[in-house]
T-cell receptor
Framework: SQKIEQNSEALNIQEGKTATLTCNYT??????LQWYRQDPGRGPVFLLL?????KEKRKERLKVTFDTTLKQSLFHITASQPADSATYLC???????????FGKGTTLSVSS | EAQVTQNPRYLITVTGKKLTVTCSQN?????MSWYRQDPGLGLRQIYY???????DKGDVPEGYKVSRKEKRNFPLILESPSPNQTSLYFC??????????????FGPGTRLLVL
């Protein structure tokens, strides 16, 4: 069956450390994968998109990798801050991009 | 300001009473979509639309209807709501090309309670 899984429901780290979130998928062949941030009671906000032919993408303190052999994406936040505390969702394209399939999210808590 | 708006933001209704949740975007996006988000189940797609008069089912379409008569609007209709449709609903829009979707912009959400 098709699955998209984010490694853990919750991740707690200390301020200044690097947070690493994992997204694994099975029985999909996505052309791209996206990461979103969601704060409680609010809509997801787009962060980064990485295509299947890209190994790595960066934006400020964020870095995403995409390994189509392992069927895995890693999302890193370096020098994490309490303001980074939120739920992070990965999403992959399905059916030629007509749909986005979302993981259930990882809730990151950064303590000062 | 580029945005997706939804109305109402909060709604309490009773079983069987028809309701419509409106969604509008001001970015001239071709693609629009409705999701529901439930604890433990994540975001699931209800319906999507590739352009005006083109709609298709997502993963959980039962009990919902949509229409796309204008590019900017994509209302979600619950003809006969039931308690299992109590959820947080999000509308989203994006551009769509041969390379698929780009950034999805989400609305603020509509929290629906069906009694």
């Amino acid at each position: 069956s098709q699955k998209i899984e984010q490694n853990s429901e919750a991740l707690n780290i200390q301020e200044g450390k690097t947070a690493t979130l994992t997204c694994n998928y099975t029985n999909y062949s996505p052309a791209y994968l996206q990461w979103y941030r969601q704060d409680p009671g609010r809509g997801p906000v787009f962060l980064l998109l990485i295509r299947e032919n890209e190994k790595e993408k960066r934006k400020e303190r964020l870095k995403v990798t995409f390994d189509t052999t392992l069927k895995q994406s890693l999302f890193h936040i370096t020098a994490s801050q309490p303001a980074d505390s939120a739920t992070y969702l990965c999403a992959l394209d399905h059916q030629a991009g007509t749909a986005l399939i979302f993981g259930k999210g990882t809730t990151l808590s950064v303590s000062s | 300001e580029a945005q997706v708006t939804q109305n109402p933001r909060y709604l309490i209704t009773v079983t069987g009473k028809k309701l419509t949740v409106t969604c509008s975007q001001n970015m001239n996006h071709e693609y629009m979509s409705w999701y529901r988000q439930d604890p433990g189940l994540g975001l699931r797609q209800i319906y999507y639309s590739m352009n005006v008069e083109v709609t298709d089912k997502g993963d959980v379409p039962e009990g919902y209807k949509v229409s796309r008569k204008e590019k900017r609007n994509f209302p979600l209709i619950l003809e006969s709501p039931s308690p299992n449709q109590t959820s947080l609903y999000f509308c989203a829009s994006s551009t769509y090309s041969g390379a698929g979707q780009e950034t999805q912009y989400f609305g603020p959400g509509t929290r629906l309670l069906v009694l």
